[in-house]
């Protein structure tokens, strides 16, 4: 695991956004899986920023993101879809019919997971898998649990994730109770992980991910099995980490 340790946010997301590209200039067919959430939004405006100057192309980029809202269409602003092509896809050269995210609105939503594990493997898994942190130590929407689940599957959301996710609604009783979400295989299946935080409030998700033991009440520690993990934190978020006497990159 390599962790760098930024000074704030904006170095935060220029060094995500670095690893991004670095990673799409060295393979430009590559496979991305991508993530929402505030985190990821700094990074994302660097990428379309290097994409308008020219620096880095996705014209054959292919992106599989973690997951979506159960029961939000993708032109609900809160959904995931929309987040990403406001976000993202809308400011760079992707091929959008090279994007998914599961859909919220399938009406067999076991069948939905099971098609979207499908589609992932057959395009041979994400070569980078952009991952945030929840406060509670998720990863996609892979809540604290007693047991990890592999598989893309329907999940119930914890009142603290809820709680978390209230700010983009207009109240907490606006928050879906469900997603879909790729499981822990697809996302340990990616080639390279790159997990990005900011924030105190990411701080104790952060030691225990890389500090605490691996267990799914933590769904993160299961990255410390991982052998190609890059973290980026800010001093915030990592501040617990390094107090540990965990060595970090500056
Ligand atoms: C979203 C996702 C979540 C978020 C996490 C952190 O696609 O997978 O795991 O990354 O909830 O969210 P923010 O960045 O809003 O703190």
Redesign the pocket.
């Known amino acids: 695991m390599r962790i760098y340790c930024e000074k704030d946010y904006d170095a935060m997301s220029r060094r995500a956004a670095n690893i991004m590209a670095a990673e799409v200039i060295r393979k430009p067919d590559c496979v991305l899986g991508?993530?929402?959430?505030?985190?990821?939004?700094g990074a994302y405006k660097q990428l379309a920023v290097m994409c308008r100057q020219g620096d880095v192309s996705f014209k054959e980029v292919r992106t599989v993101?973690?997951?979506e809202y159960k029961g939000l269409a993708p032109t609900h602003d809160q959904s995931?879809r929309y987040?990403m092509n406001n976000n993202l896809f809308n400011h760079v050269d992707i091929d959008p019919a090279n994007t998914s995210v599961p859909s919220g609105l399938a009406e067999d939503a076991e069948a939905e997971c099971a098609a979207y594990d499908k589609l992932v493997e057959s395009l041979g898994y994400a070569d980078l898998q952009l991952?945030?942190?929840?406060?509670n130590g998720?990863?996609?929407?892979?809540e604290p649990d007693s047991s990890f689940t592999k598989e893309t599957h329907v999940v119930d959301l914890t009142e603290s994730?809820i709680a978390?996710?209230a700010r983009?609604f207009e109240s907490a009783n606006e928050v879906p109770r469900q997603a879909l979400?790729m499981g822990i295989g697809g996302i340990m299946a990616a080639r390279k992980i790159l997990l990005?935080?900011?924030?105190t409030?990411?701080a104790d998700a952060l030691y225990n991910t890389v500090c605490g033991p691996i267990t799914p009440e933590c769904p993160a520690s299961i990255l410390q099995l991982h052998g190609n993990v890059v973290i980026v934190g800010d001093e915030a978020s990592l501040g617990k980490v390094i107090a540990a006497g965990v060595p970090v990159c500056k």
């Open positions: 991508l993530a929402t959430g505030s985190t990821p939004v993101n973690l997951d995931y987040f991952l945030g942190i929840g406060n998720h990863i996609g929407f892979n994730t978390a996710n983009f979400t990005i935080a900011n924030g409030g990411k």
